[in-house]
């Protein structure tokens, strides 16, 4: 059975870092896109970064170079460096990866960013 759990998330002021890390099991990660999404009650879950088993990089616009995604296939990990961090990134924010059977969701993390 396949698992993604996060950590990392908590509390921090506006300007501020986090790094998220996922850890996966039951499944060699490489050949996979290793995903970063995020949710805020009443919205949508929406992509924030991914990573590709090519190790190729995509960001949505609202990142605008603060996020920093990168993995390490030995550990079965990926992270999300957060860096200037706004209000308007408060969120749940969860791993994920699409297998052909479907995709596959952590339990999230929650980032909350206040003064």
């Known amino acids: 059975q396949v698992q993604l759990v996060e950590s990392g998330g908590g509390s921090v002021q506006p300007g501020g870092s986090l790094r998220l890390s996922c850890v996966a099991s039951?499944?060699?990660?490489?050949?996979?896109?290793l995903n970063w999404y995020r949710q805020v009650p009443g919205n949508q879950r929406e992509l924030v970064a991914s990573?590709?088993?090519?190790?190729?990089?995509y960001y949505e616009d609202f990142v605008e170079d603060r996020f920093v995604i990168s993995r390490d296939n030995s550990k079965k990990m990926v992270y999300l460096q957060m860096n200037r961090l706004k209000h308007d990134d408060t969120a749940t924010y969860y791993c994920?990866?699409?297998?052909?059977?479907?995709?596959?969701w952590g339990r999230g993390t929650q980032v909350t960013v206040s003064a």
């Open positions: 994920n990866i699409h297998m052909d059977s479907g995709p596959v």
């Open positions: 039951g499944i060699d990660v490489s050949p996979y896109a």
């Open positions: 990573i590709g088993g090519d190790e190729s990089l």
